[in-house]
C-alpha cells in the first residue's frame, strides 16, 4: 500500500518561481527514503510506508527558515493528507 502527502506550494512560487524546485531537492536530500515528484504548483511525496505530516511540516518549517521566508510563509495542515505553504498578511505596526 503506497501512502502520500500533497504539498501545496502555489503562494510560494508567488514569492520566486525556482523556490519550488529548490524545496523538491531540499526535501529530496532530508528523505531519501520518500519518493518526492513536484507536479505544477504542487509537491507529492509517497512512500511504501506510513508519510508522517509532522515530518513533513517540520522540514518545510526548516527550509522556509533556511532561506529566510519563515516570517512571511507557514506551513499548516490542509486536512486530509495535505499540507499548505500560506503567505502570512504582514500586519504589523511600527511605533516610534
Known amino acids: ?9 502555489e503562494k510560494l512560487t ?4 525556482e523556490l519550488l524546485n529548490e524545496l523538491v531537492e531540499f526535501l529530496k536530500l532530508k528523505l531519501p527514503e520518500f519518493n518526492i515528484e513536484r507536479e505544477g ?3 507529492t511525496i509517497r512512500s511504501e510506508n506510513e508519510v508522517s505530516k509532522r515530518k513533513i511540516r517540520l522540514f518545510l518549517k526548516k527550509f522556509l527558515h533556511k532561506n529566510e521566508l519563515d516570517k512571511s510563509f507557514k506551513a499548516v495542515s490542509g486536512g486530509g493528507n495535505t499540507i499548505i505553504i500560506l503567505k502570512l498578511a504582514a500586519i504589523r505596526e511600527e511605533t516610534e
Open 1 to 9: 500500500m503506497v501512502n502520500e502527502c500533497l504539498v501545496d506550494a
Open 14 to 17: 508567488l514569492e520566486r518561481e
Open 41 to 43: 504548483n504542487n509537491i
